[in-house]
């Protein structure tokens, strides 16, 4: 059995979804982190899988800049998550819902 | 060839500023007073000095050849769009800069004094040198795009500036009201930038003017009036006026510089940028002129009730800028600009005479606390009058020359309607200066000396040196612009007609008419000034200017804030404080509040309540719209484009 393109970008498709859909879902603000990291993760192995089955190295470029947006972004949102849970002895995103109109 | 090495150095002009405010931001506590201040103050002068030497290499070239771009880098690119981050060297940004550091560095100077012992002290010089980089930028952008990065910056260091003692709620308060109704503004230039890129596919200046004449009328009107729409957000003209008398919360300096002398003006400077739309449209020019000419009369009448020192001028700043409006609403772009470079000598001294008084009477704002302040202050008194007889339009002096000039081209446009507004406007202008005069200077002194514990006082060398500086300014700087010479000496008219030169001048009907107008003019300005003094002479009338008395009827019937709309969408309202009841003694009356209330508690159910169940809070809430955006986005995709 050969491995097409097709398998990565159908595998890419379902982990982006089953994070997309754990966000929503779910009430803990790690676990909805973590949801988010998979589904950028998805997304990276679109970008591969496409810099494979086009022959162009720009996909494989664009992950590395993932990477290093994703790492930003997980420090200041886990800094935020410890800031939260100082606070209010919880991590529940339903419960912070200060901001509203 | 050596003048074009020059003019490539231009951007030395922004960056100087620039330099002292990350230095400031970084060291400024280690610099510490008085250093921060002298540091901010020689970089700013060495702007000016910058912008001297490309003044005299720009004049050497001939007339014609006077447009220098100079493009630092690309700044960004997206398909066959480009922008480049450059600056244009042409008479008008010539003229803008010269004035801007030039003013720049005098308050720079006087704030030294007057931010003594402020335990933010480099903090303040710091703002003060990020707003003078990015108002050099917008007058120097060579596209729309780096006009609206100095645009959005100049925005930015007024808020700062205006909430710069944030101890105080009302000064926080006028922050977030300045920035908030800016924004407004900057929501037209945003769309006549959209709207010129769709239809030009540019947005450089050069490639706008060549490209101007292939558009249709109608779209020429809607660039032309959404880019009016920021300049009146900027300019703080009507109905976007209120920010700017709020705004007076900030420091004097900043009042002087950001909304006085330049900040403010760059809303007329946009409507002179972009003249080729205004030009190439057949009705964007009224609308200007008439918004012009009715904030200018309006905003008079406002200032004749104000008793706050700062609150008067604030008021007259808008009106002024009513009257440049009203210039370029007729196509004298020229005169327009003049006003403009007198407005900011005479104005940036009456707002720093102003700051001398409340910091030689220890904060004291209120001009019915003054009074007699000539015998103190000598200085500050002998200025402050100069200022006085400038913008009451006194031969010589300086606002005379422009503003007759402003109303003779409106005559001369057959435009009488405005003439006969600008004059009754002039009037009033006259009037209320005079009053301002007598109410701090002249009449018996009222302050209370016990309540600051010592004599008022002169201010130090760095704050009265500036005032000299300006007051000479503002006495000579009429001899830039002379009509009725043979032939006419007006440099500053030749001067930018290079970069006017698709516009057609406004010529005088006749050489006895336009010394009849200016007579009639100068008449207007005594009257002002005679009935000023003759109800002021021994200061408090007993009308309206006593504490806990309403103002006589007619007063209180003026136009004044009352002709604005109660009914303004809720973050101008609520959000920002008191903005509907700005009139003295008006807003406390039980039947107006309960009246705004009701008013607001519709408009906002009608309004907001439908929007508002949209921002739950709910982190999860936010998401699912996200997703359901992007599906929605993706079936479009999929079904109208077939990916």
């Not at chain 1, 393109?5 to 779910?26: D, E």
């Not at chain 2, 000598?378 to 402003?406: Q, R």
């Not at chain 2, 006495?475 to 930018?496: H, I, K, Y």
Request: a positive charge; hydrophobic letters at 50%; charged letters at 15%.
């Amino acid at each position: 059995m050969e491995i097409t393109p097709a398998y990565y970008l159908t595998l890419a498709a379902l982990l982006f979804t089953i994070g997309a859909v754990g966000l929503l879902v779910r009430r803990n603000t790690l676990v909805m982190f973590m949801c988010v990291e998979l589904m950028l993760n998805a997304v990276n192995l679109t970008f591969v899988s496409f810099a494979r089955a086009l022959d162009d190295i720009g996909g494989q470029v664009i992950v590395f800049f993932t990477l290093v947006v994703a790492a930003a972004e997980v420090a200041v949102g886990l800094a935020i998550i410890v800031a939260i849970f100082r606070r209010r002895q919880g991590v529940t995103a339903d419960d912070v819902n200060l901001l509203k109109g | 060839m050596e003048s074009r090495d020059l003019l490539d150095l231009i951007w030395l002009v922004p960056a100087l500023p620039a330099l002292g405010a990350v230095v400031l931001l970084v060291f400024g506590k280690r610099i510490g007073e008085p250093a921060a201040g002298w540091v901010a103050t020689a970089l700013m002068g060495s702007s000016f000095v910058m912008s001297f030497l490309s003044f005299l290499s720009l004049s050497n070239l001939p007339a014609e050849e006077r447009g220098h771009v100079r493009d630092l880098f690309t700044w960004f690119e997206s398909g066959g769009f480009s922008v480049k981050f450059g600056f244009l060297v042409d008479p008008l940004s010539m003229t803008m800069i010269l004035f801007v550091t030039g003013v720049g560095t005098l308050i720079h100077l006087y704030s030294m004094g007057y931010m003594h012992g402020d335990p933010r002290f480099s903090r303040f010089f710091a703002y003060m040198n990020l707003f003078a980089a990015s108002m050099l930028m917008l007058v120097l952008g060579s596209s729309f795009v780096v006009t609206f990065l100095g645009w959005e910056g100049v925005a930015l260091c007024s808020y700062l500036l205006v909430s710069f003692w944030f101890e105080r709620n009302s000064a926080a308060v006028a922050g977030k009201k300045a920035f908030v109704t800016n924004r407004v503004g900057d929501f037209g230039f945003l769309l006549a930038m959209f709207l010129m890129f769709q239809r030009l596919g540019t947005l450089d200046y050069s490639g706008i003017e060549h490209g101007v004449g292939e558009i249709a009328g109608g779209t020429a009107t809607a660039i032309a009036l959404l880019l009016f729409v920021g300049a009146v957000g900027k300019s703080a003209q009507m109905p976007l006026h209120i920010w700017l008398p709020d705004a007076m919360e900030g420091p004097t300096p900043v009042s002087a510089l950001i909304h006085a002398a330049t900040m403010v003006t760059a809303g007329v400077f946009l409507v002179c940028r972009a003249h080729p739309f205004f030009e190439a449209s057949s009705s964007a020019g009224s609308v200007v002129a008439w918004v012009g000419a009715g904030t200018a009369l309006f905003a008079a009448t406002v200032a004749l009730v104000q008793n706050d020192i700062k609150r008067v001028l604030a008021y007259s700043t808008v009106s002024q800028l009513g009257y440049m409006f009203l210039a370029v609403g007729v196509g004298a772009y020229q005169a327009a600009i003049f006003h403009m470079v007198t407005h900011a000598f005479f104005k940036a001294l009456l707002f720093l005479g102003s700051g001398s008084v409340i910091h030689g009477l220890g904060d004291e704002q209120d001009m019915r606390r003054m009074g007699g302040l000539k015998k103190y202050m000598p200085i500050t008194a002998a200025t402050f009058v100069v200022g006085w007889l400038a913008i009451a339009g006194i031969v010589p002096f300086a606002g005379f020359w422009s503003k007759d000039e402003i109303l003779a081209k409106a005559w001369f446009e057959g435009q009488y309607g405005l003439w006969v507004v600008g004059a009754v406007g002039a009037l009033l202008t006259a009037f209320y200066m005079t009053r301002q005069v007598w109410l701090v200077f002249y009449s018996p002194a009222r302050f209370d000396e016990s309540a600051h514990g010592h004599e008022p006082h002169e201010s130090p060398w760095t704050m009265t040196t500036p005032l000299v500086a300006l007051a000479v300014l503002s006495a000579v700087a009429g001899l830039l612009n002379l009509p009725f010479t043979d032939p006419p000496l007006e440099f500053l008219t030749e001067w930018l007609h290079p970069v006017f030169h698709g516009v057609d001048e406004i010529h005088a009907d006749s050489f006895s008419l336009g010394l009849a107008l200016s007579t009639v003019a100068l008449v207007i300005g005594v009257c002002g000034i005679l009935l000023g003094r003759a109800v002021y002479r021994n200061g408090l009338t007993p009308y309206g200017d006593r504490p806990g008395r309403r103002p006589p009827r007619p007063v209180r019937r003026c136009p004044g804030e009352r002709l604005l709309p109660r009914r303004r969408p809720r973050p101008f309202r609520e959000r920002t404080g008191y903005v509907g009841c700005d009139l003295p003694r008006r807003g406390s009356r039980p039947a107006d509040d309960r009246r705004c209330r009701q008013r607001s508690g519709a408009t906002r159910q009608g309004g907001g309540g439908g929007i508002r169940r949209l921002q739950s809070g709910l982190m999860r809430s936010y998401a699912a719209w996200i997703a359901v955006g992007t599906v929605a986005l993706l079936a479009y995709f999929v079904v109208r484009v077939g990916l």
